[in-house]
């Protein structure tokens, strides 16, 4: 008998211990996801960003929704601009700007029935909205932020809050001491959306090896 409650001891708390470590990857499976792996591979290829900020960007920004629109216009995934994504290009390689270029091509194909007036920005808000090129354009936007800030942190702020802004509080002793990086985000909005994104970073970083 003794030897029946040892065993079924063992089997309740291997049990136990399942549940809870399936329901921890279940919390951490919903909280980070991995979505749109190829298209952030194509996109880290393309710009030289670790995998693990693509992925941060997209879950901060999105939550992987690739139809999410803010209320200031930014689209998809990684809430680009139409007006940024469409300057981004020019910087592409060309494998990926013949890549994008054909994908817009067809997305304006597929809605000329609803073109009025030759709305060029509408088409292209529409195919942000397309993962690859919405990805691959953020994550070239974000590492244009970051040759020209020298700072991940800071290039992040700039992401969210524009880089026109970020520059006038690097000028500014309250918030920067060094001209290069920001000892003090004024934006709570921003403070914010940092502290999220390196929540993110340090999870995606050790998930994706």
């Known amino acids: 008998m003794n030897a029946v409650k040892w065993v079924l001891s063992i089997f309740l708390c291997f049990s136990v211990l399942f549940v809870t ?36 960007v997209i879950n901060v920004e ?15 995934l990684m809430q680009v601009m139409p007006s940024t994504a469409q300057e981004i290009m020019k ?60 700072n991940l942190d800071t290039a ?5 809050a524009g880089p026109a802004t970020v520059k006038l509080w690097l000028l500014n002793a309250e918030y920067s001491t060094d001209g290069k990086t920001l000892s003090k985000i004024p934006y709570e909005e921003t403070r914010n959306y940092l502290e999220k994104f390196h929540k993110n970073f340090k999870y995606y970083s050790a998930k994706i090896k």
């Open 91 to 150: 910087n592409l390689s060309t494998d990926a700007k013949a890549f994008l270029e054909q994908n817009i091509a067809e997305n304006a194909q597929e809605n000329e029935n609803e073109q009025k007036n030759g709305e060029k920005d509408g088409f292209f808000a529409e195919n942000l909205k397309k993962p690859a090129t919405n990805i691959m354009l953020g994550a070239k936007y974000l590492k244009s932020l970051l040759e020209r800030f020298e």
């Open 62 to 76: 999105s939550r992987f929704n690739p139809n999410a629109v803010s209320p200031k216009g930014a689209v998809g």
């Open 156 to 160: 992040l702020c700039a992401y969210n």
């Open 21 to 56: 470590i399936f329901g921890i990857n279940c919390v951490y499976a919903y909280l980070f996801p991995v979505k749109f792996q190829e298209e952030v591979a194509a996109a880290s290829e393309e710009s030289g960003l670790d995998e693990a900020i693509i992925f941060s």
